[in-house]
C-alpha cells in the first residue's frame, strides 16, 4: 500500500461502517414492510430503468444473476413486477412494475423519505448545509476513482489461489 494514503483507507472504512450502520437503521423499518433492502433496490431500479432485463438489472446493481432471479421470482409472486416478452427477439423478456409495485414503491419511498426527514430534522441547520457539501464533496472527490475501479477486475479474483 502506498503510505501516502495509508490515513485515508482507515477513515473510508470507518465512514462506511459508520454509514453503512445509518442505513442499517433506516432499512429495518423498510424490512418491517415486509421487503429486504435489495428488494426495494430491485424495484427501484426496475422503475427507472428503459428495456429493463434481467441482464441489465443484475449488471447495474452488481449483483449475483441467481440472487436476482429469486428476487424478482418473488416480486412476481406479491404481484408487484411482471415479465413483458420482447417483440423483438422472443427471448428476451423485459420487467416492468405492475400498478400494485408502482403503488408500493411510492410507499417505500414515501417511507424511507419520512425517515430521512425525520433524522435531518435533528440536526441544526448549520449542519444540514454543512452534511449537504460534504456528501457533495465525497462524492466529488470518489466519482473519477470509481469509473476506474468499476473497470478493473474483481479483487476477490485477483487474490484467488
Known amino acids: 500500500m502506498n503510505p501516502v494514503y495509508t490515513p485515508l483507507v482507515p477513515a473510508i472504512r470507518q465512514f462506511n461502517r459508520f454509514y453503512s450502520n445509518i442505513i442499517g437503521f433506516l432499512d429495518q423499518y423498510i ?17 427507472q430503468m428503459e428495456e429493463c432485463t434481467s441482464k441489465k438489472l443484475a449488471r447495474e446493481l452488481k449483483m449475483d444473476a441467481g440472487y436476482l432471479s429469486r428476487i424478482i421470482k418473488r416480486l412476481e409472486k406479491h404481484n408487484l413486477v411482471d415479465k413483458i416478452q420482447s417483440a423483438k427477439d422472443g427471448r428476451s423478456y423485459f420487467l416492468r412494475l405492475t400498478d400494485e409495485g408502482k403503488k408500493s414503491l411510492t410507499e417505500l419511498e414515501e417511507l424511507s423519505n419520512e425517515q430521512i426527514a425525520f433524522l435531518a430534522a435533528q440536526l441544526q441547520e448549520q449542519n444540514k448545509k454543512g452534511l449537504i457539501e460534504g456528501m457533495k464533496m465525497i462524492e466529488d472527490a470518489l466519482a473519477g476513482s470509481l469509473q476506474v475501479f468499476k473497470k478493473r477486475p474483481r479483487l476477490a479474483k485477483q487474490t484467488e489461489r
Request: hydrophobic share 35%; with cysteine.
Open 31 to 47: 424490512t418491517n414492510s415486509e421487503f429486504s433492502s435489495a428488494e426495494v433496490c430491485v424495484l427501484h431500479e426496475i422503475g
